[in-house]
């Protein structure tokens, strides 16, 4: 079968497979023996958007040391060329590829194998192409997922918005009324790190707006975007909302509530309502309903992990989902009219007793679980089930990992680390309170780290990096068992997946078993995992080297670069075989 998220194609001995993701694209690499030489220095990537004929490069943040070296000495700046993978390899067997250009529409990768004896000229001694649909929608009209790119604390912000640290407020101050004006607009920082899920949020938010038939019904949890709130504020009477009002929420100066006090002034105070189930009012979602006759009918949901703050969408990692389907848009509404203005006796009800499903033709189930339940296990089992049963690999993003508990939590923890390739990105995975954050390594236990940043002791040619803010990073609450198996599966949603918020938290989760939409989050899982993983080596590494340069052919009698990804009993050897296989 035909399908337009993944594409491969071998030539020569040298294998590429591209997995399609959201304004990203994952290439997957392999190479047959008679490539595996120790003068073979990485793969060269070039790409092609629609029907062009020029080629654009993909460039690699590190060079080999002579080259380096030759530059420092003559001091020389070195030149973009220098950097593009033709003359830099990549030294992967895999590479997240996030263009400088938005994707929406066909993209052609051209990968070389490239050899280089340290002397003679670099050269390509195998080249294939391979297509892929690259549309921006990922699901036609039915399903957009986009996320954020989250990562402020990053040397790509650092190229493109060197020294901008005051985008948002100091964590713990009021964000409501921060002047965002400098930041927005093309080639700004809040496009760039509000990426796709921004772009989305907006977009449908002004689309409803500006409908005057349209009436929009909101859960929320964190309400203190300027940006959001004046949109909000748009609607007048059109507009419903719930606003958590937990803890620091429920505060008479916290930014919720003075955003309650704006709506209840522009669309009158039945309109909004303070609550938060019996735990948290979790969910972050907008329901859109068109006036049709007498009748007010549900058309589209945005839902997922983003909150509505400067942090949720410029700071961390975050997902959206916007479903443009009548059957799904009326099960969100019918947990608002349960929750509002009061959620009294919302367990016991039947939109949060059991699963509801949604079949699409030609792609895949997707089912959705209301919380709070009775019983956590009504959600968390069948999540436990799927990575109890997943055969090669379970990705995982969860915001607050050491703070889950449940079938889940069980369930993440007995994998067999030695049969699957699991790879996990937790902000506070130990002590609930600890800001700490945890890169599950492929082939080890959990570890935990600190905040990912490079910050001091850096080799050339990295630059010390904005640690973001503090506060959460990482806020992505999904977990994906076999992406590119026979049963691929993501949960997700607003649910932070463990048993005490199940049963008393407003959330939301999601299962889908859509391939297409499962590989975008893997595609996602393996960029933050990547991201994250680099620093945390970097930052305990017992030497810290001046520079960190491409591995150039080895000495007689030592490895080469790409001697372990063959080695069965390395865990890059399961993820080059699970990725290009």
């Known amino acids: 079968m035909s399908v337009d998220y993944i594409a491969s194609n071998t030539t020569d001995g040298l294998t590429l497979k591209l997995y399609r993701g959201e304004d990203m694209v994952l290439l997957a690499f392999d190479i047959d023996d ?27 943040f590190l060079m080999f040391k002579s080259v380096r070296l030759k530059a420092k000495t003559a001091k020389k700046h070195i030149q973009l060329a220098a950097r593009a993978s033709i003359r830099s390899p990549i030294q992967q067997f895999r590479w997240a590829h996030v263009p400088s250009v938005p994707l929406d529409g066909p993209v052609t990768y051209q990968v070389s194998v490239m050899f280089w004896n340290g002397d003679n000229p670099i050269v390509a001694k195998a ?61 700004r ?71 309650a006090a704006r709506l209840i002034t522009s669309a009158g105070a039945s309109n909004v309502a303070r609550h938060h189930f019996s735990g948290l009012q979790h969910n972050k979602v907008i329901i859109a309903r068109r006036k049709s006759g007498n009748a007010v009918v549900p058309f589209a949901v945005a839902t997922g992990s983003t909150n509505f703050s400067l942090g949720g969408l410029y700071i961390q990692n975050n997902n959206i989902l916007l479903f443009r389907d009548a059957d799904i848009a009326k099960l969100y509404a019918d947990v608002f009219d349960a929750a509002f203005p009061k959620p009294t006796g919302f367990s016991g009800k039947p939109i949060a007793m059991k699963w509801f499903e949604k079949d699409l033709a030609d792609a895949g189930t997707y089912r959705f679980c209301f919380s709070p339940h009775k019983k956590a296990t009504l959600s968390m089992t069948p999540l436990a089930d799927a990575i109890e049963g997943a055969d090669k690999s379970v990705f995982y993003a969860i915001a607050f990992r050491g703070a889950q508990t449940g079938p889940a939590d069980k369930a993440l923890d007995a994998l067999d680390l030695k049969k699957l390739l699991v790879m996990g990105v937790a902000n506070m995975p130990g002590k609930p309170k600890s800001n ?83 590989i975008a989050y893997a595609v996602q899982a393996v960029s933050i995992f990547d991201h994250y993983g680099f620093r945390n080596r970097m930052k305990n590494a017992k030497t810290k080297p001046a520079a960190r340069d491409l591995s150039e052919p ?28």
């Open 189 to 259: 920082p809040y496009p760039w790190l509000g990426f796709e899920a921004r772009r989305i949020l907006f977009d449908f938010l002004d689309e409803c707006q500006a409908d005057p038939d349209v009436l929009a019904d909101f859960f929320v949890y964190d309400l203190s975007d300027p940006e959001i709130v004046r949109r909000l504020e748009a609607f007048g009477p059109r507009l419903r909302i719930v606003i958590d009002n937990s803890d620091k929420h429920g505060k008479p100066t916290s930014d919720e509530s003075n955003a």
């Open 34 to 60: 008679s490539l595996k030489q120790p003068d073979f220095v990485g793969f060269a990537i070039q790409y092609f958007l629609g029907d062009s004929t020029q080629p654009r490069d993909v460039f690699n």
């Open 127 to 187: 080249t294939t192409r391979a297509t892929i649909d690259a549309h921006r929608a990922t699901r036609g009209t039915f399903l957009n997922v986009g996320f954020t790119r989250g990562f402020a604390s990053s040397q790509a912000y650092e190229r493109n918005f060197p020294n901008e640290r005051k985008i948002i407020p100091p964590v713990g101050k009021p964000q409501l009324n921060f002047n965002t004006a400098p930041f927005e607009g093309e080639g």
């Open 436 to 518: 700490t954050l945890m890169v599950q390594l492929p082939g080890r236990g959990p570890v935990p780290f600190g905040p990912a940043t490079l910050t001091k002791d850096l080799p050339e040619p990295f630059k010390k990096e904005w640690t973001g803010g503090g506060g959460i990073h990482m806020h992505h609450k999904f977990v994906i068992c076999d992406f590119n198996g026979s049963k691929p599966v993501v949960f997700t949603g607003s649910s932070n997946m463990a048993a005490g918020g199940e049963q008393g938290n407003g959330d939301n989760l999601i299962e889908i078993r859509d391939p297409k939409v499962v």
């Open 554 to 581: 080895p000495k007689p009698g030592q490895p080469a670069w790409w001697e372990s990804s063959f080695d069965p009993t390395s865990y890059k050897f399961r993820d080059r075989v699970l990725f290009s296989g």
